[in-house]
């Protein structure tokens, strides 16, 4: 909370949130990644912090996480309504959500994760650019809202699903897609994502 409350009161002031005086005799705010998160900024520009806020915040991403485990379920084969609603309810009831309330960085994560990977099946499924946006863009709000050792967790399950469907492809009599075009098109992809986040990235590493 009171790093969410500096950067709002930052954005409600007109600057942005580099330097944090109050923490730790000064810290360097703009190195934290969730400092970039943008449905935090959004908040912020629109409502500010307090802490009846950010119990709206924490809602939000339990209905973003309830969606996104739906959309994983779609992205492995279930489509009856009735277990759809279920497991997502459970999902986001779940001990994981229940004991981390208070660390939003992993209900983050929590929420993007199952977007990522349901949206890296369905890339690697059809080979469409729009699944491939919906990657970088979940990738990104993970990279900048989560706990960042479950962003790498994550990137090592997207190369992994990567890594198999392009050796499946390769064994495949008729290919439904060049090789060339796919490692091609991925590529892009991951040009796409360090530019989106190179703000970020170059922050974290200084």
């Given at each position: 909370?009171?790093?969410?409350?500096?950067?709002?009161?930052?954005?409600?002031?007109?600057?942005?949130?580099?330097?944090?005086?109050?923490?730790?005799?000064?810290?360097?705010?703009?190195?934290?990644?969730?400092?970039?998160?943008?449905?935090?900024?959004?908040?912020?520009?629109?409502?500010?912090?307090?802490?009846?806020?950010?119990?709206?915040?924490?809602?939000?991403?339990?209905?973003?996480?309830?969606?996104?485990?739906?959309?994983?379920?779609?992205?492995?084969?279930v489509?009856?309504?009735?277990p759809?609603?279920?497991?997502?309810?459970?999902?986001?009831?779940?001990?994981?959500?229940?004991?981390?309330?208070?660390?939003?960085?992993?209900?983050?994560?929590?929420?993007?994760?199952?977007?990522?990977?349901?949206?890296?099946?369905?890339?690697?499924?059809?080979?469409?650019?729009?699944?491939?946006?919906?990657?970088?863009?979940?990738?990104?709000?993970?990279?900048?809202?989560?706990?960042?050792?479950?962003f790498?967790?994550?990137?090592?399950?997207?190369?992994?699903?990567?890594?198999?469907?392009?050796?499946?492809?390769?064994?495949?009599?008729?290919?439904?897609?060049?090789?060339?075009?796919?490692?091609?098109?991925?590529?892009v992809?991951?040009?796409?994502?360090?530019?989106?986040?190179?703000?970020?990235?170059?922050?974290?590493?200084?």
């Open positions: 909370f009171p790093w969410r409350y500096f950067i709002s009161e930052c954005i409600d002031a007109g600057v942005l949130p580099i330097w944090n005086p109050y923490i730790h005799l000064g810290f360097p705010q703009h190195a934290d990644p969730q400092t970039w998160y943008p449905v935090s900024s959004l908040i912020s520009f629109l409502f500010g912090y307090d802490l009846r806020v950010l119990h709206g915040e924490f809602i939000l991403h339990l209905f973003i996480g309830a969606f996104g485990f739906r959309y994983l379920l779609q992205s492995v084969g489509t009856k309504q009735g759809l609603l279920l497991f997502s309810l459970a999902y986001v009831c779940s001990g994981f959500f229940i004991s981390n309330a208070q660390f939003m960085g992993w209900i983050v994560s929590a929420c993007w994760i199952p977007v990522i990977i349901a949206s890296c099946l369905y890339y690697f499924r059809d080979y469409r650019w729009l699944h491939l946006l919906q990657l970088i863009l979940s990738l990104f709000l993970l990279l900048t809202g989560g706990y960042p050792a479950l790498i967790i994550t990137a090592y399950i997207v190369i992994i699903i990567a890594v198999y469907n392009l050796i499946r492809l390769l064994r495949l009599k008729w290919k439904p897609i060049s090789p060339k075009r796919l490692i091609a098109q991925t590529i992809g991951l040009i796409a994502f360090v530019s989106v986040s190179a703000i970020v990235l170059k922050s974290s590493f200084e």
